[in-house]
C-alpha cells in the first residue's frame, strides 16, 4: 500500500498563487501514474491534472490549463500542483491520487484512480 498526503493550501485572495505537494509513503511512486482531484460543496469532483511515471506526459482540466502546473520529483517521491492566478471559483479540497500499472508509463491518466490523500483546503476571496 501507499500512503498519500497533500499539503499546501490554505486561504488567498484572487491572483494569488498556491503550491499544493504530495508525499508518499510506504512505497516508492517511480511507477505510477499521478493526479490532483478537487471536491466543492455541492458539486462532483473533478479532474484537475495528470501526470505519467517519469513526467514526460501531462493533462489539465480546461479550466485551469495555462494557470496550474503539474510536476513530479520520483526521487522525493513527491508530486506538486503549482497554482497561479487562483480564481474563487478554484476553491475545494485538493486531493492526490495515484494508480500502479504499465499502461501509464507514457500517458497521464484521467480516469479512476485507487490511492487517495485526506486533501487540503484552497480557498480563494474575491
Known amino acids: 500500500q501507499v500512503q498519500l498526503v497533500e499539503s499546501g493550501g490554505g486561504l488567498v485572495q484572487a491572483g494569488d498563487s498556491l503550491r499544493l505537494s504530495c508525499s508518499a509513503s510506504?512505497?516508492?511512486?517511480?511507477?505510477?501514474?499521478m493526479a490532483w482531484f478537487r471536491h466543492a460543496p455541492g458539486t462532483e469532483r473533478e479532474f484537475v491534472a495528470g501526470?505519467?511515471?517519469?513526467?514526460?506526459?501531462?493533462g489539465y482540466a480546461d479550466s485551469v490549463k495555462d494557470r496550474f502546473t503539474i510536476s513530479r520529483d520520483n526521487t522525493k517521491d513527491t508530486v506538486y500542483l503549482q497554482m497561479n492566478s487562483l480564481k474563487p471559483e478554484d476553491t475545494a479540497v485538493y486531493y492526490c491520487?495515484?494508480?500502479?500499472?504499465?499502461?501509464?508509463?507514457?500517458?497521464?491518466?484521467?480516469?479512476?484512480?485507487?490511492?487517495w490523500g485526506q486533501g487540503t483546503q484552497v480557498t480563494v476571496s474575491s
Open positions: 510506504g512505497r516508492s511512486l517511480t511507477n505510477y501514474a
Open positions: 491520487a495515484g494508480k500502479s500499472g504499465q499502461i501509464f508509463k507514457n500517458t497521464y491518466y484521467r480516469g479512476t484512480y485507487d490511492y
Open positions: 501526470i505519467n511515471w517519469n513526467g514526460g506526459s501531462t
